[in-house]
């Protein structure tokens, strides 16, 4: 943006699901800490509903579709935003999936995001 400001998130959440026909919800609840350069961290939260169905197609393929809203704890800093985020995911196993995302922000800070990632379920 023009600002030469970084920033550091350490977040950490726990996500529940379950299977509802043939498709699967999910909700994710996170809190953590946001640092920017020249400034003090402070704490924020987010909650993320969600859907993930099967591509039938594909084994081990999944695509979702989930709703993320972010704030901070208490006033006095901007970050709130909602967030349209979705993905598809390749199981590689049990405890290990691989994924291509694509998240659009809004709100206090605006951001189109292509994400790839790695999860590891315990």
Same mark, same amino acid.
């Given at each position: 943006?023009?600002?030469?400001? $970084?920033?550091?998130? &350490?977040?950490?959440? $726990?996500?529940? #699901?379950?299977? +509802?026909?043939?498709?699967?919800?999910? !909700?994710?609840? @996170?809190?953590?800490?946001?640092? *920017?350069?020249?400034?003090?961290?402070?704490?924020?939260? /987010? +909650?993320?509903?969600?859907? !993930?169905?099967? +591509?039938? @197609?594909?084994? =081990?393929? #999944? @695509?979702? $579709?989930? &709703?993320?809203?972010?704030? @901070?704890?208490? /006033?006095? %800093?901007?970050?709130?935003?909602? !967030?349209?985020? #979705?993905?598809?995911?390749?199981?590689?196993? *049990?405890? /290990?999936?691989? &994924? $291509?995302? &694509?998240?659009?922000?809004? =709100?206090?800070?605006?951001?189109?995001?292509? *994400?790839?990632?790695?999860? %590891?379920?315990?």
């Amino acid at each position: 943006d023009g600002t030469d400001v $970084l920033s550091t998130r &350490y977040e950490a959440g $726990l996500t529940g #699901s379950a299977p +509802v026909g043939p498709v699967g919800l999910y !909700t994710r609840v @996170a809190v953590g800490e946001k640092y *920017k350069s020249g400034s003090d961290g402070f704490s924020y939260y /987010s +909650v993320e509903p969600g859907v !993930t169905v099967p +591509v039938t @197609a594909f084994p =081990g393929v #999944s @695509a979702s $579709l989930g &709703y993320r809203y972010q704030d @901070a704890f208490g /006033s006095g %800093h901007s970050d709130e935003t909602r !967030t349209w985020r #979705s993905k598809v995911s390749f199981d590689i196993n *049990k405890t /290990s999936t691989v &994924y $291509l995302g &694509y998240d659009s922000q809004r =709100g206090d800070s605006d951001a189109n995001i292509t *994400k790839v990632g790695y999860i %590891h379920r315990f």
